[in-house]
């Protein structure tokens, strides 16, 4: 049981590339979601889904695209690099259902663009 | 949807004192409150939670209290020590918005 699995730990882009954050969990949760975090700063909601098939917006959704398509697997989509999406990404998963519970974290990805 | 507003946003104590951290949730019908520790360069981890029908948790030297009138929810530390240095994030209802993060320094 790997719990929530991201890749790469580690990426160096330039200004305008595309790229793919892999996020996949093993515990059959329902519910994933993206967060950046900026050095010193708290975590922001990019996108989550509750659902395979169903996905919305969070706080900070703007250059990121997310597909659900598969239970285990919520990546995020860079559509066009910016420096200013330079940062550190967490995955998180639930499950659950309807019932609060504790959410699971990723190792997460530093991104850099420059 | 649910807003959680936390503070202090930084702390210092010396080793051996308490720590207080606190959150204000707007929702009423939140009924999960946990809170994770966030390791420098490491993911944020649950540490303890809470739900609406209990009114304070321990579990060692850290414990919860949730007062539901006033919408409030603190994380006591007890005993600090080097190794509680982080920052800790709380949420309502669980999962998808967290409080903005507490820095907190144990100092030796």
């Known amino acids: 049981n790997a719990g929530v699995t991201q890749t790469p730990k580690f990426q160096v882009l330039k200004t305008g590339q595309s790229m793919t954050l892999q996020c996949a969990q093993d515990?059959?949760?329902?519910?994933m979601s993206w967060y950046r975090q900026d050095p010193g700063m708290g975590l922001r909601l990019i996108h989550y889904?509750?659902?395979?098939?169903?996905?919305d917006q969070g706080e900070v959704p703007n250059g990121y695209n997310v597909s659900r398509s598969t239970t285990e697997d919520f990546p995020l989509r860079l559509l066009s690099a910016a420096p200013s999406q330079t940062s550190v990404y967490f995955c998180?998963?639930?499950?659950?259902?309807?019932?609060?519970?504790?959410?699971?974290f990723g190792q997460g990805t530093r991104l850099t663009v420059v | 949807g649910e807003n959680v507003e936390q503070h202090p946003s930084t702390l210092s104590v010396q080793e051996g004192d308490s720590a207080v951290i606190k959150c204000t949730y707007s929702?009423?019908?939140?009924?999960?409150f946990p809170w994770y520790k966030q390791e420098l360069g490491k993911r944020p981890q649950l540490i303890i939670d809470?739900?609406?029908?209990?009114g304070e948790k321990k579990d060692q030297r850290i414990a919860v209290t949730l007062n539901k009138t006033a919408k409030h929810f603190s994380l006591h530390i007890t005993e600090t020590q080097p190794e509680d240095s982080a920052v800790y994030f709380c949420?309502?209802?669980?999962?998808?918005?967290f409080g903005t993060g507490t820095k907190l320094q144990v100092i030796p």
């Open positions: 515990m059959n949760h329902e519910y």
């Open positions: 889904s509750v659902g395979a098939g169903i996905t």
């Open positions: 809470i739900r609406s029908n209990v």
């Open positions: 998180a998963s639930r499950g659950g259902g309807r019932t609060n519970t504790e959410a699971f």
């Open positions: 929702d009423s019908a939140s009924n999960y």
């Open positions: 949420a309502a209802s669980g999962w998808v918005t």
